[in-house]
C-alpha cells in the first residue's frame, strides 16, 4: 500500500516525501516539473535511505495519471501539485484556474475509478481573505482576494461536495499559514524558478549576494513596526502535520479542516532582524509601497490541529532562518 505524492519534488512535497519514508511509508511520487528539479528525488533518497516510484506525469493528463493508479496499490493521496504564485495568478487567472481546478477535478475523477477515497489536500489561508481578525480558526467565513487563491477555495468546496456525494470518502483540507526553512541537513530546500514571490528565499538570495536588496512592502500598517505581520512556520513541522492528516483520514470518514501554523505571527522586520542574528549576515532593506491585496496581520489558531491530529509546531524562527541559510549557503545556485 502506497500514498501517492502529487508535487512530490516540489518544496513542501519534497520534505513531506523525507516524513513520510521516514515514518516506513511507502510512496509513489508524481511531478512535471514545472515548479521543481529532478535532483529532488536523488536527495529525498539521500537523506532517507529509500527508494519510491516515480513518475514525471503532469495531474492534468488523465490517462497518464489513471496508469499510476493501475500500476501501483494506491491507499491514500496528498494533493500538492499546482500553480502557487499569488501575483501570477493575478497576470495570468486563465492559467490559474484551467491548472488548479482541472487538475482536482481529474485527480479526484482518477481516484474514484481507482476506488481510492482518501486524500490530503493542500489549501492555504488565502482562503480566509482580508475581513477576518487573526488569530483564524477554521470556521470563519471565507472569500479570497486573488485568483491562487480563489483556485483554494474552490478546490475545498470541490472536495467537501465530492463527499456530500459519496460518504465513503476521507478528506483532510490543510490551510498552510507561511512556509520558509529547509531541511536542516541543508540537502533540500526552497528553490524558486526566476524572481523569488516568498520573502524567505529573498531574503536568503540577498544575503547569499543574488540579489542586491530587500523590498518590504510598507511600513504603515496598524503592527508593532508597521510591516506585515505573517505566521512563519517550518517546512518540516508542516510536513509531519501531512503526516498526522494521513494518519486521521486512515482511520476515518468525513471531511476535515485543518490549520497549520505556529499561531505566532511576526513581523517582516522580526523576520529580517531573526535571521540576521541566526545566521550572523546583513540583510540591506528598502522600504516600499504597499502590495495590493495585502493585509496587515495574518496568523493562525492551530489548536484544532493540536486537539484532533495531536500536531503542533517545534520549531523556532531562528531554526527556521538558520535552516533556510544552510539550504541556500550550501546551494547557493538552487538544486
Not at 487563491?149 to 483532510?172: C, H, P, R
Request: overall charge neutral; hydrophobic content about 35%.
Amino acid at each position: 500500500m502506497s500514498i501517492l505524492i502529487t508535487g512530490g519534488a516540489g518544496y513542501i512535497g519534497s520534505h513531506t516525501s523525507v516524513e513520510l519514508l521516514n515514518a516506513g511509508y511507502d510512496i509513489v511520487i508524481v511531478d512535471n516539473f514545472s515548479n521543481s528539479k529532478p535532483e529532488v528525488l536523488n536527495r529525498i533518497k539521500e537523506l532517507t535511505g529509500k527508494g519510491f516510484k516515480f513518475y514525471e506525469v503532469d495531474v492534468l493528463d488523465k490517462d497518464a495519471l489513471s496508469q499510476v493508479f493501475s500500476e501501483n496499490h494506491i491507499e491514500a493521496v496528498i494533493h500538492f501539485a499546482g500553480l502557487k504564485s499569488v501575483g501570477e495568478s493575478v497576470a495570468m487567472p486563465i492559467n490559474y484556474y484551467y491548472n488548479n481546478i482541472t487538475g482536482n477535478l481529474i485527480l479526484a475523477e482518477v481516484m474514484a475509478k481507482h476506488n481510492v477515497k482518501k486524500i490530503v489536500f493542500s489549501s492555504s489561508a488565502t482562503v480566509y481573505g482580508m475581513n477576518n481578525i487573526s488569530p483564524l480558526t477554521e470556521d470563519l467565513p471565507l472569500s479570497t482576494t486573488n485568483p491562487y487563491g480563489s483556485t483554494k477555495l474552490m478546490g475545498e468546496q470541490i472536495f467537501q461536495d465530492i463527499y456530500v456525494s459519496d460518504n465513503e470518502w476521507s478528506i483532510a483540507l490543510l490551510r498552510y499559514f507561511n512556509p520558509i526553512g529547509a531541511h536542516e541537513s541543508g540537502r533540500i530546500g526552497e528553490d524558486p524558478k526566476g524572481i523569488p514571490n516568498n520573502i524567505m528565499p529573498y531574503i536568503t538570495q540577498v544575503a547569499v549576494g543574488k540579489r542586491e536588496k530587500l523590498n518590504v512592502f510598507g511600513d504603515d500598517y496598524d503592527t508593532h513596526d508597521g510591516t506585515g505581520v505573517r505566521d512563519y512556520i517550518h517546512v518540516v513541522d508542516l510536513a509531519k502535520g501531512h503526516l498526522k492528516a494521513v494518519e486521521k483520514i486512515m482511520g476515518t470518514k468525513g471531511v476535515k479542516i485543518y490549520n497549520l501554523g505556529t499561531g505566532i505571527g511576526y513581523s517582516v522586520l522580526d523576520l529580517v532582524k531573526n535571521f540576521e542574528e541566526a545566521t550572523g549576515v546583513k540583510v540591506p532593506y528598502v522600504i516600499t509601497k504597499r502590495r495590493p491585496g495585502d493585509i496587515a496581520a495574518c496568523f493562525s489558531d492551530p489548536t484544532k490541529a493540536l486537539k484532533e491530529l495531536n500536531w503542533k509546531t517545534e520549531k523556532t524562527l531562528k531554526d527556521m532562518c538558520k535552516d533556510s541559510w544552510k539550504w541556500q549557503s550550501n546551494n547557493p545556485k538552487g538544486y
